[in-house]
């Protein structure tokens, strides 16, 4: 299990989590329950640079079809192909084997992210 409380999340509702100059990003519990029943992923290829702010993806459910947006700039440095091949990952495994892509990113990207406890303020508030 992830530690959920060492990762950093956006208010588009995504997790990164940080390993040196890597960042995994996928979308939170939260996100994959409101969404319901994932059904299609479309993610950036690799070497696509990013842009904070910017829609990379898309997250097609039952219920709705979302965008993904680049909680980080940087370059795309690897997809998890299971997730497109099998995107009810995304519901079943959010902080797992439901992650979305890899970026490279700089240091300091991740400053001003949210924290878990600001994360959880945001969803219930």
Do not use: C
Not at 20 to 32: C, K, M, P, R, S
Not at 85 to 99: I, Q, R, T
Not at 106 to 117: F, Q, T
């Amino acid at each position: 299990m992830t530690d959920l409380n060492a990762l950093h999340y956006t208010d588009e509702h995504e997790w990164i989590a940080s390993d040196g100059g890597t960042a995994t990003v996928g979308i939170t519990d939260y996100a994959a329950d409101k969404l319901g029943d994932v059904v299609f992923v479309e993610l950036p290829a690799v070497g696509t640079e990013i842009t904070a702010g910017s829609v990379v993806g898309e997250i097609e459910s039952t219920k709705s079809v979302g965008e993904l947006y680049a909680p980080v700039s940087g370059t795309v440095v690897e997809i998890n192909d299971a997730v497109v091949d099998d995107p009810s990952l995304v519901n079943a495994e959010p902080f797992a084997g439901g992650w979305l892509l890899k970026v490279s990113v700089a240091a300091g990207a991740l400053d001003g992210l949210m924290d878990r406890d600001a994360y959880v303020a945001l969803t219930e508030g």
